[in-house]
Nanobody
Framework: VQLQASGGGLVQAGGSLRLSCAAS????????IGWFRQAPEKQRAYVAH????????YYADSVKGRFTISRDNAKNTVYLQMNSLKPEDTAVYYC?????????????????WGKGTLVTVSS
């Protein structure tokens, strides 16, 4: 599966953005989809992930209550709605896919990655 993240940009603190992760290839609905982010000079960090059906969603504590992940399997797309953005949310955001979700917060467990999209939150 090939992934492409989009929707990043510059936003003021307190604002919102919606990221999209569009997938091509077979069996999109068979994959868990996750979002990670990497701030300058920091390691890639887990943000959220969603189950194959969309019925289960998981979030890092740092974004819980502010970010919402969703998917539309008919459109082969996963979304990350980001509200109440903070300057510390500034990072390149990546989407990733894998067939299972064990140890989901570890980036190297994810098999497929898209190019990232930059989110910049100004104070």
């Amino acid at each position: 599966v090939q992934l492409q993240a989009s929707g990043g940009g510059l936003v003021q603190a307190g604002g919102s953005l919606r990221l999209s992760c569009a997938a091509s290839g077979r069996s999109f609905s068979a994959y868990y989809i996750g979002w990670f982010r990497q701030a300058p000079e920091k390691q890639r960090a887990y943000v959220a992930h969603i189950s194959t059906s969309g019925g289960s969603k998981y979030y890092a504590d740092s974004v819980k209550g502010r970010f919402t992940i969703s998917r539309d399997n008919a459109k082969n797309t996963v979304y990350l709605q980001m509200n109440s953005l903070k300057p510390e949310d500034t990072a390149v955001y990546y989407c990733a896919a894998r067939a299972s979700a064990t140890s989901y917060s570890v980036s190297y467990n994810w098999d497929y990655w898209g190019k990232g999209t930059l989110v910049t939150v100004s104070s």
